[in-house]
């Protein structure tokens, strides 16, 4: 029998809380397969965001190479911010080389897949798809999801005001997702690629419920973990036998894990109150003067105020950008909040990435102290605050599960790629 590779991604779920959940028996069957198999942790591209770190995850490349720095980026010659798309992305993924090779493969979620493409097999794309009929491939399914009630995503908006609700909303959304999953088992092919993004969802706005017994949401949050543990046993109910066999490889592995919020930190209004930011009016029709010298962009992204890439932009390369850049990275590795830093290191663009689209890539890349989140924050009066959210993103100990146990153990989410490929004959 030809090579399989089964991947199921659980988005922003680190080793940490998989074996938590495992250990309080609220995911008894992730617990055997964490048993059976090599679980360990893996860091994460930075920024530490979703469409990163999956393109990362299913290409083997960074974003020098694939082109993906965050959910939106700098129009060139603009300050409008382009939403990222499967047409962001530079690179073949696992699935086009699968489909070059002659492969089927069935790939169900995986974020920045939309518009879905026309590969070998089947497609439903994954956060963010706006239309889901241009996120069917082949389009004969698309009236099968719509019977069925499929939505690529719950109400997120809800859970600014309503987080009881939107956890409801998502166990609704998953139920018919998982339920899409399992049939899709079904088809003929040699990847199974699906990716639960609900998981992320209620770790962002339901993080201290997952470890908190009495806290009003915890069996809300740990029943959506419930219901997808339900699927994990089924994946395993039917992969066993071929995996035992030597003929299907299991990856279970997250994209970044999560910690929780102590401040969110907003960086336009630290630039603004450095000096190095001016901006006239309020969003949504503010507008970046010639006098800025740097903007940000979420999380942690800082951009120089360049000749020729923003239109009011006036620095060129040479000494005084130089001096800039060191100046803002320390200012902000020298910020705090309560006497504790909130950011642990600032890394340079140029030295953080490599490839032919390292040119796309921000100036400054600030990662997080444990318990912060960088936001851009423009219209934000303050500098330190919080929002509705209660998880963020931490670029260390993403989940990585391996049935059968690999020979190594890729550190890195990209790294997992190899072993990937490796199983369906690719590499």
């Not at 309080?24 to 469409?51: I, Q, Y």
């Not at 070059?100 to 794309?125: D, E, F, H, Q, W």
């Not at 082949?138 to 609700?165: S, V």
């Not at 605050?385 to 059968?404: E, F, I, K």
Request: with cysteine.
């Amino acid at each position: 029998m030809a090579p399989r590779l089964m991947v199921i991604g659980l988005d922003g779920v680190g080793l940490d809380l998989a074996r938590s959940l495992a250990q309080r028996g609220v995911m008894p069957h992730l617990a055997g397969l964490l048993t059976e198999g090599a679980a360990w942790a893996t860091a994460s591209p930075l920024p530490e965001v979703s469409p990163v770190c999956w393109t990362s995850l299913f290409s083997g490349a960074g974003p020098g190479e694939h082109g993906v720095y965050g959910f939106a980026e700098p129009q060139p010659g603009a300050y409008y911010l382009h939403p990222v798309d499967s047409y962001s992305v530079a690179v073949p993924r696992l699935w086009d080389a699968a489909s070059a090779a002659g492969l089927r493969s069935v790939v169900l979620n995986v974020p920045l897949t939309y518009p879905a493409a026309m590969i070998k097999g089947v497609m439903v794309s994954g956060f963010v798809t706006p239309e889901l009929s241009r996120g069917v491939h082949p389009l004969e399914l698309l009236p099968r999801l719509q019977a069925m009630g499929y939505r690529p995503e719950a109400e997120l908006e809800r859970g600014r005001q309503d987080a009881a609700g939107l956890l409801a909303d998502l166990d609704l959304a998953l139920a018919v997702r998982l339920e899409l999953f399992e049939q899709m088992l079904a088809e003929d092919w040699s990847l199974y690629a699906a990716v639960v993004s609900d998981t992320d969802r209620v770790n962002h706005f339901a993080w201290p419920a997952l470890w908190e017994p009495d806290h009003p949401l915890a069996a809300a949050a740990l029943a959506v973990y419930g219901r997808i543990d339900h699927f994990l046993g089924r994946v395993w109910e039917l992969a066993r036998p071929e995996v035992e066999a030597g003929e299907l490889r299991l990856l279970v592995a997250a994209d970044h894990s999560f910690g929780p919020i102590v401040s969110e930190v907003y960086l336009n209004p630290w630039l603004a109150q450095q000096g190095w930011l001016a901006v006239e009016g309020a969003p949504p029709q503010e507008r970046i003067l010639a006098a800025t010298q740097a903007l940000a962009l979420d999380p942690g992204r800082i951009y120089l105020h360049w000749r020729g890439r923003f239109p009011e932009g006036s620095l060129e390369p040479g000494p005084g950008a130089e001096a800039l850049l060191a100046d803002i990275a320390a200012g902000l590795l020298a910020l705090r909040h309560q006497g504790q830093a909130v950011v642990a290191r600032v890394h340079r663009g140029r030295e953080l990435y490599a490839g032919p689209r390292a040119h796309l890539a921000p100036d400054l890349v600030a990662e997080a102290a444990p318990g912060y989140s960088l936001r851009a924050g423009l219209g934000r009066p303050e500098v330190l605050g919080t929002s509705h959210l209660t998880g963020v993103h931490r670029p260390q100990g993403a989940l990585a599960l391996c049935l059968p146990p690999p020979a190594d153990k890729p550190q890195s989410v990209i790294g997992l790629y190899g072993p990937m490929a490796q199983a369906l004959g690719l590499a």
